[in-house]
């Protein structure tokens, strides 16, 4: 469907079932005749496989609700298939949020979405909706970074002051800690993120990915008994994650049908060795800012494994290792909604024609105006 029909149609729909006004404001306009205060944002997430939708009062989640695409065990998700899933869902999410945080239209201050990182045809349709919504509620728009929207929530959750942050998901692995009003980038990887290993291995032994295929590697990981020595990858506070994932998609199946190991003993190897090295460069990142707190965000960040080896770290460093749990951690709206709080508080606000999508959206190319 072409974006101006699209628009079109949403804007039917959405007016229909809430007997809003259809007409078009120009943001511009709106928002320098408006004082720029806010209490209530409502954010939208759909980078990747989830669509949330969540609603944020002055730093409480008021609402949260989301929808996971998920396909048959082998296949990971392909972009144009996930955003007519999201398109499929996205008014249904919206719905649900309003009425669960009892929130009406005209209670909103800003409507939040993603920008970006993530898949350019899920982003799209996402952005589409949030754009037409803003208009149709006569409400300022931000775009948020996703990155951010991690970082964000999480230091909301869990009191984080100043932490050195592992942000960990399907896309990304990144150690970052905040400087000059940037979230700066210390460490990274060089190839493929964490999670695409795990995701990616999963589907060479065909595990389920309902609910997700790094949660199901986690539970298999429990049964290991044999430690099987895998490639490890590391130089300064950078990883690569291609090896050890070329290694083991080629070696799997002659381990397993030698009986030399079982499934189970390779997902146990594979996590040790890809969370010794997520640990090795956050430590290295730590001593480098003399941080104390580390914070781990993103979809990875929920597994009780990986928060462990961290703990133990920080334990022998006398410091404090914070996390959050899986409504906060995987992908959701809520995120988006309390980075665009912090944003929108700040007077930051992205004019319509502005209101693009970027595949490609480094977290250190954000200005962190919000924070001292």
């Not at 928002?31 to 609603?55: H, P, W």
């Not at 201050?109 to 799209?124: F, H």
């Not at 334990?315 to 709080?341: L, S, V």
Request: charge should be negative.
């Amino acid at each position: 469907m072409a974006a101006r029909s699209y628009v079109s149609a949403v804007t039917r729909h959405v007016a229909d079932r809430q007997g809003w006004s259809v007409s078009v404001l120009d943001l511009h306009k709106l928002l320098t005749s408006r004082d720029i205060t806010m209490t209530i944002v409502v954010g939208f997430e759909g980078s990747a496989n989830k669509i949330g939708v969540g609603i944020i009062q002055d730093g409480k989640v008021l609402s949260n609700p989301r929808r996971t695409y998920i396909t048959p065990p082998g296949q990971g998700f392909m972009p144009s298939d996930t955003a007519r899933h999201h398109r499929s869902c996205i008014l249904d999410v919206l719905q649900e949020a309003l009425e669960e945080s009892n929130i009406k239209p005209e209670d909103v201050d800003c409507v939040a979405y993603t920008k970006g990182p993530g898949m350019g045809a899920p982003l799209l349709s996402v952005a589409i909706v949030a754009r037409t919504v803003a208009q149709l509620w006569k409400k300022p728009l931000l775009g948020v970074n996703h990155c951010i929207g991690h970082i964000e929530m999480g230091r909301l959750i869990t009191g984080a002051e100043n932490p050195t942050v592992l942000y960990v998901s399907g896309g990304n692995t990144q150690v970052i800690a905040y400087s000059e009003r940037c979230y700066r980038i210390f460490g990274e990887t060089i190839d493929i993120a964490v999670g695409n290993c795990l995701d990616r291995f999963a589907r060479v032994l065909k595990i389920s990915n309902d609910p997700s295929p790094g949660y199901n590697i986690e539970q298999m990981a429990k049964k290991g008994k044999k430690f099987v020595e895998l490639p490890y990858t590391v130089k300064g506070m950078d990883v690569s994650f291609s090896g050890i994932l070329s290694y083991i998609e080629d070696m799997s199946h002659k381990m397993l049908s030698s009986g030399e190991c079982t499934p189970e003993d390779l997902c146990f190897s594979l996590q040790e060795t890809l969370f010794s090295m997520l640990v090795e460069i956050t430590e290295r990142a730590m001593a480098h800012c003399g941080s104390q707190e580390v914070l781990i965000v993103g979809g990875v960040g929920c597994n009780v494994r990986l928060q462990e080896m961290m703990g133990v770290m920080c334990e022998e460093r006398g410091a404090k290792i914070f996390a959050t749990d899986e409504r906060f951690c995987i992908d959701n709206g809520a995120m988006i909604a309390q980075a665009g709080w912090e944003m929108f508080r700040a007077g930051q606000v992205t004019n319509l024609q502005d209101s693009w999508i970027t595949q490609r959206y480094r977290t250190d190319e954000v200005e962190v105006t919000w924070r001292d």
